[in-house]
Every structure is written in structure tokens, then in C-alpha cells.
């Protein structure tokens, strides 16, 4: 039995942020274990909104999109240390109804065997930029 910890490096937490920015679900969920976990920002418990498992994990990703058709997360910066990591960015994105929001946020990851098994994402809460169109 081997005592070897498959380690991910910055340049993972990277690639994972580009492939957010492509919005390419296919790329972000090769990152991801099989039993990933997803903790959004925002819900109504104490975690957010929990995803478990990949179709669910994946269904929240790609919602991120749909609500937020230009998301975008720049100025990311990254550790990593043993089985955990977490990823700094600048979200900006605007709502169908025309609101912008631009705020700091970070993802703190678990890891397991080289991929991500949970995404815990924090932003902070700000209102959105501009009015809504009428």
C-alpha cells in the first residue's frame, strides 16, 4: 500500500479557472472526483446551496452561466498545500435583466486522488452595479 498523496499544483487551480472563463463544463468536470461536492455562495443553509455528485455538480456549473451569460473570474490567484487549496478572483458578470455585479471571491478545495472532491465557493455580498432595464 503506498503512502503517496497525488498532489495538485497551482497550475491545476489554473487550468481550472480558465476553463470557467471558456465556460467548458466538459473541462471543469474532469477536474472534479466522482463524488465531487459543490458548495455555492448563496442558499438557504448554513453551506449555501450543496451539490452532490457529478450530474448535480455539473448541472450547478453550467447554471452559473445561464445566469450570468458573460461570467468571468480574472485576477486569480492560488495555493495549494497538502489536500487543500483555494483559488482568489474578481467575479464580474451581468444578469439578463441588465444588473452587473463585480465582486472579490475564493473557492477553498479538498482534494482526493488528484482531483477536486469539493468546491466551496465564498464571494462577497455587494449589490449589483447599474438598474435593472425596464
Same mark, same amino acid.
Given at each position: ?6 498532489? $495538485? ?26 463524488? &465531487? ?8 443553509? $448554513? &453551506? ?18 445561464? @445566469? ?11 495555493? $495549494? ?10 467575479? @464580474?458578470? @451581468?444578469?439578463?435583466?441588465? @444588473? ?5 471571491? &475564493? ?28
Amino acid at each position: 500500500m503506498s503512502n503517496v498523496i497525488a498532489e $495538485v499544483a497551482t497550475e491545476v487551480l489554473q487550468a481550472f479557472a480558465d476553463a470557467w472563463n471558456r465556460h467548458d463544463v466538459d473541462a471543469l468536470m474532469s477536474f472534479m472526483s466522482d463524488d &465531487c461536492v459543490f458548495e455555492a455562495s448563496a442558499g438557504p443553509d $448554513v &453551506c449555501g446551496t450543496r451539490y452532490a455528485g457529478r450530474e448535480a455538480v455539473r448541472a450547478a456549473f453550467a447554471e452559473v452561466w445561464t @445566469t450570468f451569460p458573460d461570467a468571468h473570474w480574472g485576477s486569480a490567484r492560488h495555493f $495549494v498545500h497538502g489536500d487543500r487549496g483555494v483559488s482568489e478572483w474578481i467575479f @464580474t458578470g @451581468t444578469r439578463a435583466d441588465g @444588473t452587473r455585479v463585480e465582486v472579490h471571491g &475564493c473557492d477553498l478545495f479538498t482534494f482526493r486522488d488528484g482531483k477536486i472532491a469539493l468546491k466551496n465557493s465564498y464571494r462577497k455580498n455587494r449589490p449589483p452595479l447599474g438598474s435593472p432595464k425596464r
